[in-house]
Each structure stands twice: as structure tokens, then as C-alpha cells.
């Protein structure tokens, strides 16, 4: 199946080399920021033009929305269950699991970082042979106290630096995020791609943006007007109970309650950062062209989960509600149908297994991710019928084609949603006798899973 796809691929497309694989990552993105895809107030047209030439999957999960779990799952095609970066207390990276980039290099791939790096060891350490532009911790000493667009104290990026990969600072480029920081990522990633390596390469692209401290960036500022901005169809003051995240740190970026308009005013920074990044986007979609590199290289793009932003009366990304547990997600490419969109349900570590076929390697044994090749080749059009998705130790959920039950163990509550009449989750049927069944039904799929999983919350009451 491997070697027959990628044939067709290459047939189609008239090449005859293995393609190369850009895969850029966001952070922090909703799944409803770009124009293309409905959004007809933010400004997207590079990721638009991404929408247009390859296949949008339209429920895309991250499963676990936090940065450090999120990226371990991409990197290892596994669930935290298996990779062992689970929640907090249960944090300790399975080191046998081999990683996506370890087996792009084992293949013959040049593999190449750039951007933010947030998962435990280094690049080197994790199969990629060289880096660019890679931002981290450990630039405490250099560290000023800053503020955000608000004139508030920045709480994140605190101390991250750019530097090498055996850590060599350059507090010279800034030390935390900086309103330009998206531009050297791309810098860092052009100058990768003017090379024109002779094997093919995985370029790994990783922004911050729009993750916050949300900074304006350059030549921004009257992008987007406050005061026209349009609330999110399910903006709450306030979220009606404790998720289990009430005294994060990213629900402690605006005061209780969340008030219109600073949710408007944030959401005018939030989508400035997001146009910002698609222009650099461009610029590396551009140094792809120029250098004769597009047709013949796989690009991917997607989030590492979502963000609430005044949804449900929430700020963080610690949620199971659609804004945040889907990301964006796009496969563009040779052979790939373009203009595409899919509604199957699938998860960020479907990617690492996808790119194993698309390319025709072997998909590691390890990987629980399922391969979206057979939807791309018009094969099939769903790979699974239920999704389930988890938060530290105080969230789980389970979808499907139509509904979505979020249990909280710790509270001993649950929320049962109609996505297909509902998809902005306003209306709780869980209460209601109608859906009695709808809900029994779907915990005791819940719990199955949970016990397959071996999940420590085996708490679920029938």
C-alpha cells in the first residue's frame, strides 16, 4: 500500500524523487482564524492559498491541549498513555518510542528545526541533524521583565532565548517573545530551504504566535479595530463551574468576569499575531518556489491545540470545547486533491503515520496514529467513528460523528453536547431525559476505552 501510493503521488505529479516535507506549526490557533475556511474578518491569505492548493480536515483534535503533551503525541504518534507525557505526576517520556524526525533521518531525509522547541531533550536528541533559529529556555539571566498589549506583566516565554542546539545564546535576537519574533522564524527557516539539499528534507517549522504574551507586531497596530470585532457566537462572562483549570495561569490573563470589550480588544492583538504569521508563512512558501522546491514538497500545517479567547467565558487552551480541542489542519502537496475538506475524525498524531505513507516509509510499529492517506487518495473517507481526548486529571471526552460527552472526574459532572444542531456548544443536554440513553451509551464507550488505555482516572460511575 505504502509503495502503490506513493507512486500514484508521484505519478500524478509527474516526479520522480521522494518529496520533501515542510511542516509548520502554530501555537495556540483556533480552528476558526482562517479566512479561507470561514473567518471573513481575519486576514489570511498565504494559509488561505495552502486551503486552495491541498485538503483541509475540519475535525482535526489535538487530544491533550497543553503545548508539552500536544507536541510529544505529534512527535511520537502516540497517545500520552502510551508516550508516557500524560498530566501532572505522570510526565516521563517513554525513551523507546522512536520519534517522527528519527525516522524521516533513518530514510535518508535531511531533517531540519526551526522555532520553538518544548519537549524534553534537544533536536539532536530527537533525529534532527541540524537547527535554525531555535528558540527555549534557559536565557533566565538575560531576562527583563516585560509587558503585554494590556500593560500587563508578561507571564510566559519568560528566560526562552534563541540559541544552538548545545546551547549556545543570542540574547542579542531578544530574549522572550518579541512583537517580531515570527519573521526570524522564518528567516531561520528560508535560509534552511536556500541551501537545496540534493536528498529530500523534513523542514520542521515551529511558531510561537499566536501564543501569548500577545505583543503587536510591527506595522500591525490599526490591522484590526477593537471595537468591530465580533464576539465569539458562545462569548460567556464567565464560565458556569470550575473545568478544573480556574487558577491557571492562562485563566488569569483577563479578570472575572470577562467583559465584551476585552474580549474584543484581545481578539483584535490575537488575530494581528495570526496575520502577522501568515505574511512570514508566505515568505517561506515563496523561498519554496523560487527555489524550485513546491512541487515536489509535502507542506503541513496545523496548531498544537486551540484557545478559548472569551468562548465560554474562558481565556486557556485546558478545555474539551470545539475552539480549543480542534486545530487547524492542512495537507498540501503533489497528488494531494486540492480545494479539498474533510469532516473524518482524526487526531494531530494521524500526521507522523500520513507522512510515512505519503513518502513510502515504514510506519513504526509503536505509532497508535492512524494514516490519512487512504482519505487523500479518495481511498476512504473516514479512518475512525470516535475520538477521545483528555486533561491532566480533571477533563476526558468522548466524540463522534454527532455527539461529544465531556466528563469531569473530579467534580462528578458531565456535559453532553448535539454538535450536528449545536456546533458552537450552548445548548447541555445532559440533565434531560430525552438523552438519557445518548449519554449511558456514550460513557460506557468512555470507560472501555479508559480501561484499554489503562487510564489512572478510572473514576466513571455507570
Same mark, same amino acid.
Given at each position: 500500500?505504502?509503495?502503490?501510493?506513493?507512486?500514484?503521488?508521484?505519478?500524478?505529479?509527474?516526479?520522480?524523487?521522494?518529496?520533501?516535507?515542510l511542516?509548520?506549526?502554530?501555537?495556540? *490557533?483556533?480552528?476558526?482564524?482562517? &479566512?479561507?475556511?470561514g473567518?471573513?474578518?481575519?486576514?489570511?491569505?498565504?494559509?488561505?492559498?495552502?486551503?486552495?492548493?491541498?485538503?483541509?480536515?475540519?475535525r482535526?483534535?489535538?487530544?491533550?491541549?497543553?503545548?508539552?503533551?500536544?507536541?510529544?503525541?505529534?512527535?511520537?504518534?502516540?497517545?500520552?498513555?502510551?508516550?508516557?507525557?500524560?498530566?501532572?505526576?505522570?510526565?516521563?517520556?517513554?525513551?523507546?518510542?522512536?520519534?517522527?524526525?528519527?525516522?524521516?533521518? *533513518?530514510?535518508?531525509?535531511?531533517?531540519?528545526?526551526?522555532?520553538?522547541?518544548?519537549?524534553?531533550?534537544?533536536?539532536?536528541?530527537?533525529?534532527?541533524s541540524?537547527?535554525?533559529?531555535?528558540?527555549?529556555?534557559?536565557?533566565?539571566?538575560?531576562?527583563?521583565p516585560?509587558?503585554?498589549?494590556?500593560?500587563?506583566?508578561?507571564?510566559?516565554?519568560?528566560?526562552?532565548?534563541? *540559541?544552538?542546539?548545545?546551547?549556545?545564546?543570542f540574547?542579542?535576537?531578544?530574549?522572550?517573545?518579541?512583537?517580531?519574533?515570527?519573521?526570524?522564524?522564518?528567516?531561520?527557516?528560508?535560509?534552511?530551504?536556500?541551501?537545496?539539499?540534493?536528498?529530500?528534507f523534513?523542514?520542521?517549522?515551529?511558531?510561537?504566535?499566536? &501564543?501569548?504574551?500577545?505583543?503587536m507586531?510591527?506595522?500591525?497596530?490599526?490591522?484590526?479595530?477593537?471595537?468591530?470585532?465580533?464576539?465569539?457566537?458562545?462569548?460567556?462572562?464567565?464560565?458556569?463551574?470550575?473545568?478544573?483549570?480556574?487558577?491557571?495561569?492562562?485563566?488569569?490573563?483577563?479578570?472575572?468576569?470577562?467583559?465584551k470589550?476585552?474580549?474584543?480588544?484581545?481578539?483584535?492583538?490575537y488575530?494581528?499575531?495570526?496575520?502577522?504569521?501568515?505574511?512570514?508563512?508566505?515568505?517561506?512558501l515563496?523561498?519554496?518556489?523560487?527555489?524550485?522546491?513546491?512541487?515536489?514538497?509535502i507542506?503541513?500545517?496545523?496548531?498544537?491545540?486551540?484557545?478559548?479567547?472569551?468562548?465560554?467565558?474562558l481565556?486557556?487552551?485546558?478545555?474539551?470545547?470545539?475552539?480549543?480541542?480542534?486545530?487547524?489542519?492542512?495537507?498540501?502537496?503533489?497528488?494531494?486533491?486540492?480545494?479539498?475538506?474533510?469532516e473524518?475524525?482524526?487526531?494531530?498524531?494521524?500526521?507522523?503515520?500520513?507522512?510515512?505513507?505519503?513518502?513510502?516509509?515504514?510506519?513504526?510499529?509503536?505509532?497508535?496514529?492512524?494514516?490519512?492517506?487512504?482519505?487523500?487518495?479518495?481511498?476512504?473517507?473516514?479512518?475512525?467513528?470516535?475520538?477521545?481526548?483528555?486533561?491532566?486529571?480533571?477533563q476526558?471526552?468522548?466524540?463522534?460523528?454527532?455527539?461529544?460527552?465531556?466528563?469531569?472526574?473530579?467534580?462528578?459532572?458531565?456535559?453532553?453536547?448535539?454538535?450536528?444542531?449545536?456546533?458552537?456548544?450552548l445548548?447541555?443536554?445532559?440533565?434531560?431525559?430525552?438523552?438519557?440513553k445518548?449519554?449511558?451509551?456514550?460513557?460506557?464507550?468512555?470507560?472501555?476505552? *479508559?480501561?484499554?488505555?489503562?487510564?489512572?482516572?478510572?473514576?466513571?460511575?455507570?
Amino acid at each position: 500500500m505504502r509503495s502503490t501510493l506513493l507512486g500514484f503521488l508521484m505519478c500524478v505529479s509527474g516526479l520522480s524523487a521522494k518529496p520533501n516535507v515542510l511542516f509548520i506549526l502554530s501555537d495556540d *490557533q483556533r480552528p476558526d482564524t482562517i &479566512h479561507a475556511l470561514g473567518n471573513k474578518i481575519i486576514e489570511t491569505p498565504n494559509l488561505d492559498r495552502l486551503v486552495k492548493s491541498g485538503t483541509t480536515f475540519t475535525r482535526a483534535h489535538c487530544v491533550n491541549p497543553l503545548c508539552v503533551p500536544s507536541r510529544v503525541e505529534i512527535f511520537t504518534g502516540t497517545s500520552g498513555f502510551k508516550n508516557g507525557v500524560l498530566m501532572r505526576g505522570r510526565n516521563k517520556l517513554n525513551e523507546k518510542i522512536p520519534f517522527w524526525p528519527q525516522v524521516m533521518k *533513518q530514510a535518508g531525509y535531511h531533517t531540519w528545526y526551526v522555532g520553538k522547541w518544548h519537549t524534553a531533550g534537544r533536536p539532536s536528541t530527537r533525529g534532527f541533524s541540524d537547527v535554525n533559529g531555535l528558540f527555549s529556555g534557559g536565557g533566565g539571566k538575560y531576562w527583563k521583565p516585560k509587558v503585554d498589549y494590556k500593560g500587563d506583566e508578561v507571564t510566559g516565554y519568560r528566560g526562552w532565548i534563541f *540559541q544552538t542546539d548545545d546551547r549556545k545564546l543570542f540574547p542579542e535576537k531578544g530574549v522572550g517573545l518579541t512583537p517580531d519574533i515570527s519573521r526570524k522564524f522564518a528567516d531561520a527557516a528560508i535560509e534552511l530551504l536556500n541551501r537545496k539539499p540534493k536528498k529530500p528534507f523534513f523542514l520542521q517549522v515551529n511558531f510561537t504566535a499566536p &501564543h501569548d504574551p500577545l505583543l503587536m507586531p510591527p506595522g500591525m497596530k490599526d490591522k484590526y479595530d477593537p471595537m468591530k470585532m465580533p464576539l465569539p457566537k458562545n462569548y460567556r462572562p464567565r464560565h458556569p463551574f470550575d473545568h478544573g483549570n480556574f487558577n491557571g495561569r492562562d485563566e488569569k490573563m483577563l479578570p472575572w468576569p470577562r467583559t465584551k470589550a476585552a474580549i474584543r480588544r484581545n481578539l483584535a492583538v490575537y488575530y494581528s499575531v495570526i496575520t502577522d504569521m501568515d505574511a512570514q508563512i508566505g515568505r517561506i512558501l515563496d523561498a519554496l518556489k523560487k527555489n524550485g522546491q513546491d512541487k515536489n514538497t509535502i507542506v503541513l500545517f496545523s496548531s498544537d491545540h486551540g484557545l478559548a479567547t472569551g468562548s465560554h467565558g474562558l481565556m486557556g487552551k485546558q478545555n474539551m470545547y470545539e475552539h480549543t480541542i480542534l486545530v487547524p489542519m492542512i495537507v498540501s502537496g503533489p497528488g494531494i486533491p486540492k480545494g479539498a475538506k474533510s469532516e473524518a475524525l482524526c487526531y494531530l498524531r494521524d500526521l507522523f503515520p500520513t507522512v510515512c505513507e505519503l513518502t513510502g516509509l515504514q510506519i513504526p510499529t509503536s505509532v497508535e496514529g492512524k494514516s490519512l492517506a487512504p482519505i487523500l487518495s479518495g481511498k476512504a473517507k473516514s479512518v475512525r467513528d470516535r475520538v477521545f481526548c483528555y486533561f491532566n486529571d480533571c477533563q476526558r471526552m468522548i466524540r463522534n460523528e454527532r455527539w461529544k460527552l465531556i466528563h469531569y472526574p473530579k467534580i462528578k459532572r458531565d456535559q453532553l453536547f448535539d454538535l450536528k444542531n449545536d456546533p458552537d456548544e450552548l445548548v447541555e443536554l445532559s440533565q434531560l431525559k430525552k438523552y438519557r440513553k445518548t449519554k449511558e451509551k456514550l460513557k460506557s464507550q468512555l470507560r472501555e476505552w *479508559q480501561r484499554k488505555v489503562k487510564d489512572p482516572l478510572l473514576s466513571l460511575k455507570k
